[in-house]
Nanobody, 124 residues
Framework: QVQLVESGGGLVQAGGSLRLSCEAS????????VGWFRQAPGNEREFVAV????????YYSDSVKGRFTISRDNAKNTVYLQMNGLEFGDTAVYYC?????????????????WGQGTQVTVSS
């Protein structure tokens, strides 16, 4: 089993920045990738970004490309999401998720482990 704990959410003005953290514990050696998703009220859970647990591959949704950066610190078992240039439309609960295989990284159903989520609110 793998446990994920997010932190770093909060209230920020449009144009501001936040950094989310996702700390993994447990059988982290079994992980293949960690992704960030978000869900706004009334919307489906949306893919944001993904990074391999080992290696440099990253991938972003078009809506955040150029503004968000996903990174990883294996020594701390932590994945980060640096969010710059935040917009009102970025308001959502942000979840990190982890998977042990490489298939369909943009699909929530392909992830076995999920954190509890952290709220990000961008004021206009």
């Amino acid at each position: 089993q793998v446990q994920l704990v997010e932190s770093g959410g909060g209230l920020v003005q449009a144009g501001g920045s936040l950094r989310l953290s996702c700390e993994a514990s447990g059988r982290t050696f079994s992980l293949h990738r960690v992704g960030w998703f978000r869900q706004a009220p009334g919307n489906e859970r949306e893919f944001v970004a993904v990074i391999l647990w080992s290696g440099n591959y990253t991938y972003y949704s078009d809506s955040v490309k150029g503004r968000f950066t996903i990174s990883r610190d294996n020594a701390k078992n932590t994945v980060y999401l640096q969010m710059n240039g935040l917009e009102f439309g970025d308001t959502a609960v942000y979840y990190c998720a982890a998977a042990g295989s490489g298939l369909q990284p943009r699909h929530p159903g392909s992830y076995e482990y999920w954190g509890q989520g952290t709220q990000v609110t961008v004021s206009s």
